[in-house]
């Protein structure tokens, strides 16, 4: 499958190297899910139980594993408006894009699903490292015996903006764009 653009997305490796990524913005989702179901490979696909969250897509052929899916709902509902509301856990649903439906009446980035295969509730919660050269905000399952933990989150009262001076202290060598871009929106709590 062809997703060299898969940067433009929210991103992330799983702990088993499979890619995931989620719509930024409702035209992101609208955009991910028509090129998804155009391609007429089924795919694992996640989204919050409540409106407001990324279609989070697992982009693999091969059978994915428990931690792939439970990597991927923390992903999605963390990515999620439930993590601007401050909550510490969220309900995310997981379905095939084979049971995605789009009408003429449904807005941009809205679509139906005829089933859910599983719903499950999930913690908030977000570890820094760098994948593929990049800052990502990843769940801490995913984390590569390789990889570095550089920061622990979860959701916060403090806005990511005003985070992070904190956030660069504690990461000087990480420039604000990539701290910002790799953080959710909301408020940010920084995990000793």
């Given amino acids: 499958m062809d997703f060299k653009d898969y940067q433009k997305y929210k991103w992330f490796i799983t702990n088993s190297g499979k890619l995931v990524i989620g719509g930024k913005s409702a035209e992101q989702n609208e955009a991910l899910l028509k090129k998804i179901t155009s391609l007429k490979k ?7 139980e409540e409106p407001g969250s ?3 897509i697992i982009l693999t052929d091969k059978k994915h594993s428990p931690s792939d899916l439970e990597e991927t709902a923390i992903f999605t509902a963390s990515f999620s408006r439930a993590w601007r509301s ?11 894009s084979k049971q995605i439906f789009k009408t003429s009446s449904m807005k941009i980035g809205t679509w139906g ?3 859910i ?10 570890v820094l490292t760098k994948q593929k050269g990049k800052l990502r905000a990843i769940p801490e399952i995913s984390i590569n015996p390789k990889d570095a933990v550089l920061l622990k989150i979860s959701p916060g009262k ?35």
């Fill in 42 to 48: 089924e795919k694992i696909i996640m989204h919050t």
């Fill in 54 to 56: 990324p279609f989070a």
């Fill in 86 to 96: 401050g909550k510490k856990k969220a309900v995310v649903d997981i379905f095939s």
């Fill in 113 to 115: 699903v005829k089933s």
């Fill in 117 to 126: 295969i599983k719903r499950i509730s999930v913690p908030l919660a977000l």
């Fill in 158 to 192: 403090i806005d990511k903006t005003k985070m992070l001076p904190q956030i660069q202290a504690l990461l000087p060598k990480i420039s604000k764009e990539e701290i910002l871009s790799a953080l959710p929106s909301g408020g940010i709590k920084v995990v000793k």
